[in-house]
């Protein structure tokens, strides 16, 4: 009888271990639903976006002309053919710099940006006109939020970012980044703040 009531104790602990990590993972809140809410809380109070503490986030999302040279949004599943224009958008809860740094299907990534630009918080901000050139593949676009007070150079930055958050022992200071891709777009945040950087891969056919 003891062995009987042991096991069914075992059980019922196993089971509500179970059903915890369940909650836990179900309760855990997506990459997009976390910038969004940065964002949200960014345009209902402006003035005080710099000085309010939320993670480092950007919304990412890549624009094309369609009828009447409205830009629409694409999603990055569909293949890109040579001579494609595009842009990309992106949304950001605080002030800051962006950078975007282009790695082609044959070659190194470019130490100097392909766009920079300040943004501001709730903003949207449109890159230049892109253009798909030279070989097909998979043409890789980092899209980088620089650290708050950050100036000079990105590309250092950017690499740090890289080497960081693809570290096997992550430390405190290390970037941890949570990364969520839908059809509209790519969304980011850095559960530790001070920058971070999202990847766009674009078919080339």
Known sequence: MNRLVTQILLAAQLGLAACGVYAQSQSAPRAKEVVLASLAQAAAAPGAAANTARPDALAVSVLTEGPL????????????STGDKFRIKLLSPRDGEVAIFNT?????????PIWRARVKAGVESVSNLMQLTGNRGVDQLHVVLLPSGHSGDPFPAFQGMMAANGSAGKSAKDIRLVTENTNQGTYFYNPNGQGGFVTIHIRHQ
């Not at 949004?73 to 293949?79: F, G, I, K, L, W």
């Not at 082609?104 to 100097?112: F, I, N, R």
């Open 104 to 112: 082609p299907p044959v070659g190194e990534t470019s130490k100097a």
């Open 69 to 80: 040279n409205m830009l629409v949004t694409r999603s990055v599943e569909a293949p890109f």
